[in-house]
């Protein structure tokens, strides 16, 4: 999961920060699960453990183990994935770490990660949400506990639509009905922002035609781009883009929706995350403008079920090497089980998406959380393989792909092109 998703939480006024127990550089041994005095180290991500949430865990935890000290450590996103795989190689690694949804197969492969497998019963798995659970299983075996996800919806101008008399539409052939009229409402105005390489969105429509980015084949990885589904859901991206202004060659970063394009006006809609749309609020404020969004999730092509969406969220693994295995998988049933994520989600106010339905926030009525709490039951993630990180690495081949198509080329030889690299990177 990337850093500004963590920032969703900020919108709500989560962004608290969980107290270090120490300086996490002790290399003396840890006791066992045996006897005598014990310490568990977990660590989580900056911005993902409210404070108080946190404390009502341990303090769980300690009644039932009496003695054992619970040492949380909070990491930066920043160089994470360097840090994770050293303190994996060591004899004193932290017992529990959050780790992000789509880099869980990679330590897991490299044996860095207890297999939790056999303790599915205890962890709660059944139920967990099925599209969170893909990405902490590999091959078949359990190497995490899923902890939280969010994904995008549309966000919409209220007044646009209501001027144009556009509802928020369930189906894709309403979506692009309803754009016509807010082209032919406001002519000055931009229907849908929406840039030419806003893959993980793209990445919905190959899901939403039955195909995928990348499938394993034997024991090799090819990618799907060239494919016809892959095709069709490039040819209903271009549809969209065509209602936009937007750089064909660009991501939504480059410019940042939310903060540099929303606020100067003329986007009656655009897709994000929760921090984007907090983000868009913010800086209109301090432009002197009002927001009014609505939000709705990604229309499907029927009426009865949404647009798949990514799921980006985190995992909560134990270390294969900790000294305190049994202690770790307690505190992580504990931590990922639905009375402590029920009270999760509460705290975090529906900005982030709960391991399983039952312990969902009840969100306001026509709020962000709400329009991404329905979308979420249709989530997905990326391939789950080790390699898959290479395929993002920039330059990415996806979006180079989407380019390429959305500037007049053939999809199936945009898609051949792209297919060759990500199954170079995918296989490293």
Not at 245 to 253: F, L, S, Y
Not at 309 to 323: C, D, M, P, T, Y
Not at 342 to 361: C, D, H, I, R, S
């Amino acid at each position: 999961m990337k850093r500004k998703l963590i920032a969703a939480v900020g919108v709500v006024g989560m962004m608290v920060g969980v107290a270090a127990c120490g300086n996490g550089g002790d290399d003396k041994p840890k006791s066992d699960a045996s006897g005598g005095a014990k310490e568990i180290t977990v660590w989580v991500m900056d911005g993902s453990a409210p404070k108080a949430w946190i404390e009502q865990v341990n303090k769980e935890f300690s009644a039932k183990h009496p003695g054992v000290t619970v040492k949380v450590e909070e990491q930066k996103w920043t160089g994470i994935q360097e840090k994770v795989t050293t303190a994996l190689s060591e004899n004193t690694p932290p017992d529990v770490l959050e780790l992000g949804n789509t880099q869980t197969a990679g330590y897991a492969v490299t044996g860095g990660l207890a297999d939790l497998t056999k303790d599915k019963a205890t962890l709660g798995a059944d139920a967990w949400q099925k599209s969170m659970l893909a990405s902490a299983e590999v091959d078949g075996k359990l190497y995490s506990a899923p902890w939280y996800a969010a994904n995008r919806v549309v966000v919409y101008d209220k007044k646009a639509y209501e001027k144009a008399g556009v509802t928020p539409p369930k189906t894709r052939d309403e979506w692009i009905a309803g754009l016509e009229k807010l082209k032919a409402s406001d002519p000055s105005a931009q229907p849908i922002y929406l840039p030419g390489q806003s893959w993980y969105i793209l990445a919905g429509f190959i899901w939403d035609e039955g195909g995928d980015l990348a499938v394993k084949d034997g024991g090799k990885w090819k990618g799907q781009l060239s494919t016809p589904q892959a095709a069709a859901a490039m040819d209903f991206y271009k549809k969209l883009q065509s209602y936009s202004t937007a750089p064909k060659d660009k991501d939504e970063a480059t410019p940042q929706q939310s903060t540099d394009i929303v606020p100067k006006g003329g986007v009656s809609s655009w897709i994000g995350l929760g921090w984007e749309a907090g983000g868009a609020e913010k800086a209109l404020k301090d432009a002197g403008k009002e927001a009014d969004f609505g939000y709705f999730p990604i229309p499907g092509k029927t009426a009865d079920k949404s647009g798949t969406v990514f799921l980006g969220g985190s995992n909560l693994a134990v270390a294969e090497r900790s000294k305190n295995k049994e202690l770790a998988k307690e505190w992580l049933a504990l931590a990922t089980g639905k009375d402590q994520m029920t009270k999760y989600a509460a705290e975090v106010k529906g900005a982030l998406l709960p391991n399983q339905v039952g312990a969902n926030f009840t969100p306001a009525a026509g709020s962000f959380a709400e329009a991404m709490a329905k979308a979420g039951l249709n989530g997905k993630i990326t391939p789950v393989t080790a390699g898959w990180a290479n395929v993002e690495t920039e330059p990415n081949p996806i979006k180079e792909f989407m380019t390429k198509v959305l500037k007049g080329e053939d999809a199936a030889k945009a898609g051949a092109d792209a297919d060759k690299e990500i199954a170079n990177r995918i296989n490293k």
